[in-house]
């Protein structure tokens, strides 16, 4: 079945470590995008990236990198300079950024708890 | 960036219809408003979107204002798989951009 599947469901980090989180879809779109998303608020915008090799900072971008080596791959990595890494993670993808009027599919996320 | 403003929460019986607005005061020509819903710890679903013209399908209706400066999305006989958060966005060109706001939670009463 087509989808977008993130990985692990559940991640524990150490303080000062940096961690990737994985993101894969076979739904041959060319945007994906990364949100994340604190207890009882909405989603935040962190990068997105319209086509390989070719990513964009979003609102809260500081403390995070990202890379689009192939379509289907779009990993996010909390580095150790992000203060507050404790959230839930979403990635997401859409046919084109260009083509707003097409729906965007989300993953199931990821729960990054910093001990 | 267009911005969009929902209440807080709502509350709802089973099998009786739900309205949930949403107003987009600053919205712009190009804007499609999208809306998407989120169940507890799980990515957000893709529900209706639409731009001028008001939109049906199986979840739901759109319905959207002559001047779109606000729209409604008509859950027609509310279930308790309904119960969840709701956003209203707005995406154009500039997608990538999409600000998703806090949402409204619905909760669906037996």
């Known amino acids: 079945d087509g989808g977008i599947t993130q990985s692990p469901k559940y991640l524990f980090r150490k303080e000062g470590q940096n961690v990737t989180l994985s993101c894969e879809q076979n739904l041959n779109h060319d945007a994906m995008y990364w949100y994340r998303q604190d207890p009882g608020q909405g989603l935040r915008l962190i990068y997105y990236?319209?086509?390989?090799?070719?990513?964009q900072k979003g609102d809260i971008a500081e403390g995070y990198s990202v890379s689009r080596e192939k379509k289907e791959s779009f990993p996010l990595t909390v580095t150790s300079a992000q203060k507050n890494p404790t959230a839930f993670y979403l990635c997401?993808?859409?046919?084109?950024?260009?083509?707003?009027?097409?729906?965007?599919?989300f993953g199931q996320g990821t729960r990054l708890t910093v001990v | 960036d267009a911005k969009t403003t929902q209440p807080n929460s709502m509350e709802s019986n089973e099998e009786e219809p739900v309205h949930l607005p949403c107003n987009h005061s600053?919205?712009?020509?190009?804007?499609?408003i999208h809306w998407y819903r989120q169940l507890p710890s799980q990515g957000p679903e893709y529900v209706i979107h639409?731009?001028?013209s008001n939109v049906n399908n199986r979840m739901a209706s759109l319905a959207i204002a002559e001047d779109r400066k606000s729209s409604t999305l008509i859950l027609h006989r509310a279930t308790l798989r309904d119960a969840a958060v709701y956003y209203c966005i707005l995406r154009d060109t500039n997608a990538g951009k999409s600000t998703f706001g806090d949402g409204t939670t619905l909760t669906v009463k037996p």
């Open positions: 600053t919205i712009s020509g190009t804007d499609y």
């Open positions: 997401a993808s859409s046919i084109s950024r260009q083509r707003p009027n097409t729906e965007a599919f």
């Open positions: 990236s319209q086509i390989v090799n070719d990513f």
């Open positions: 639409g731009l001028t």
